[in-house]
């Protein structure tokens, strides 16, 4: 077999190219294990979306829920078990890719119960726990950056686990998120961990920034508002790379307000064992048919960084994507003058990425509540 040469060349171009997807049958077959020899993957996202989808259809779960009704398990007990096999098995199948890259890739991850996203503590809770169960050391722990989940970054980083915070939206909340996951590796390096097995990602959502903010300036309707339509997303991430450029790859400094050191200087303080937590651009399937079906991929591309992608998009970028290594590195003034006319046609930023983060919570509890029902109706006609 040999690799697509569109995707290799976006992965020769600094970007891990990972499947935002999981199911028992793509893991069964052998299409898991082929997509890395054929299409770049290095590592695997899913969401509770993703394993709704699988588990309410096909058959490729009933001999294993029909077993745990057996037992007498219950639907919360039935959805982790299921969940976790997946999960692991997917590790599994990465595991050489995740040795190979020194653990930087061959990574597959899970989220902790959406229900749980304003709730720390038990967030915490049960990201030890899902650690634990899966048992595999190449799993992220997926916490959203909500506000009650950023101390919860913090802590879960603290215990040695990795994790890919999820649902970020603004650059503001993922400087945030940054300062939470320096303090986790400042904490988990006082606690005697071993730094360069703990590893992190931030999930920067991408085409849910112009799904929400193009409809606004539709609603505003001015010439100069329709010509920023399908700019923000892009801005956003690319925005949002400065940042880490900013905290990873900056010179050390001290913040002139409060004297304390800023990010740069944090993480070079840490030392030698720490890994950089990568931008992950999510989101990455295109929503409004007008605009190309791979943008949020070929002008994504910048070294250290993931592209997790529907398999759709996927197979679009290996028909016919190129990557634009000049789509992000240089691009801040550009960017940010983006957000500036935004604002002067009347776009209330704060409000949306408000809307936004209360939406991508809201959509995974709901698609959790809907695996639920689904799960009770099969362990019903088990039992």
């Not at 749980?116 to 050391?137: C, G, N, S």
């Not at 909500?146 to 970054?153: D, F, R, S, Y």
């Amino acid at each position: 077999m040999s690799q697509n040469p569109n995707l290799a060349a976006l992965h020769a171009a600094g970007v891990s190219v990972w499947l935002d997807d999981l199911s028992r049958d793509l893991i069964k077959s052998g299409a898991l294990a082929e997509l890395t020899q054929t299409k770049s993957v290095t590592g695997v996202t899913t969401n509770p979306s993703i394993f709704q989808a699988a588990l309410s259809k096909g058959d490729a779960y009933n001999d294993q829920v029909a077993e745990l009704a057996q037992r007498g398990a219950d639907v919360d007990a039935t959805i982790r078990t299921v969940t976790t096999d997946d999960v692991r098995e997917a590790c599994d199948i990465l595991a050489p890719i995740y040795e190979q890259t020194g653990g930087v890739d061959g990574r597959v991850s899970i989220e902790v119960d959406p229900r749980l996203a304003h709730d720390t503590e038990q967030t915490v809770v049960q990201a030890v726990e899902l650690w634990k169960i899966v048992d595999r050391p190449n799993v992220l722990i997926k916490i959203p950056a909500t506000l009650e989940g950023l101390p919860a970054i913090t802590r879960v980083l603290a215990e040695g686990i990795s994790v890919n915070v999820t649902l970020i939206f603004s650059v503001e909340r993922y400087q945030a998120v940054i300062d939470a996951f320096l303090a986790g590796i400042e904490e988990a390096k006082k606690a005697g961990h071993d730094l360069s097995r703990i590893h992190s990602v931030a999930s920067f959502f991408v085409s849910r920034v112009d799904t929400e903010i193009d409809a606004r300036l539709d609603k505003i309707g001015s010439d100069e508002a329709k010509a920023l339509k399908g700019k923000a997303g892009l801005a956003n991430a690319r925005l949002a790379y400065v940042a880490y450029e900013e905290a990873f790859n900056g010179t050390d400094g001290v913040r002139p307000e409060d004297g304390t050191k800023d990010s740069a200087a944090r993480f070079h303080a840490i030392g030698s064992g720490a890994t950089k937590q990568r931008p992950l651009w999510a989101s990455t399937g295109v929503k409004n048919p007008d605009y190309p079906d791979t943008l949020y991929v070929a002008d994504l591309v910048a070294p250290n960084t993931v592209n997790t992608m529907p398999g759709k998009t996927m197979d679009a970028f290996a028909d016919h994507g190129t990557p634009d290594a000049a789509s992000i590195v240089g691009k801040g003034n550009e960017s940010a003058a983006v957000f500036g006319a935004l604002e002067q046609v009347g776009i209330d930023l704060t409000d949306v990425f408000k809307v936004l983060e209360d939406e991508g919570v809201e959509k995974f509890e709901k698609a959790w509540l809907e695996l639920i029902d689904a799960t009770a109706e099969q362990l019903k006609a088990q039992a």
